[in-house]
């Protein structure tokens, strides 16, 4: 089992910045490749970044390319993902998830392939 908590949501203007942790306990970290997913009432889950288990290796969906960076500390058992010139459309719940890959490098972007997740922390962004 892994657990994970999730911090540093909140309000903030458009323009703004947050940064998110994700906070993982349980079972070795680095054999997990994370992800971070947000959802609105009424839409599906959406994936927002992903970060390969070695952390070389980075994925984003492309409305948050080139504001949204996501980083992880293994020593630290912890992954950031660091918001910035936030929109009201990334108002949402954020979640963190655990995916068990094999490879260093590999992202998956699927909810599916992610088998443990995080209670979720609102980020709301005001215009």
């Known amino acids: 089992q892994v657990q994970l908590v999730e911090s540093g949501g909140g309000l903030v203007r458009a323009g703004g910045s947050l940064r998110l942790s994700c906070a993982a306990s349980g079972r070795t970290f680095s054999n997990y490749a994370m992800g971070w997913f947000r959802q609105t009432p009424g839409k599906e889950r959406e994936f927002v970044a992903g970060i390969g288990r070695s952390g070389s290796s980075t994925y984003y969906e492309d409305s948050v390319k080139g504001r949204f960076t996501v980083s992880r500390d293994n020593a630290k058992n912890t992954v950031y993902l660091q918001m910035s010139s936030l929109r009201p459309e990334d108002t949402a719940v954020y979640s963190c998830?655990?995916?068990?890959?094999?490879?260093?490098?590999?992202?998956?972007?699927?909810?599916?392939?992610?088998?443990?997740w995080g209670q979720g922390t609102q980020v709301t962004v005001s215009s």
């Open positions: 998830a655990a995916a068990p890959i094999g490879s260093y490098h590999y992202t998956p972007r699927g909810a599916t392939m992610y088998d443990y």
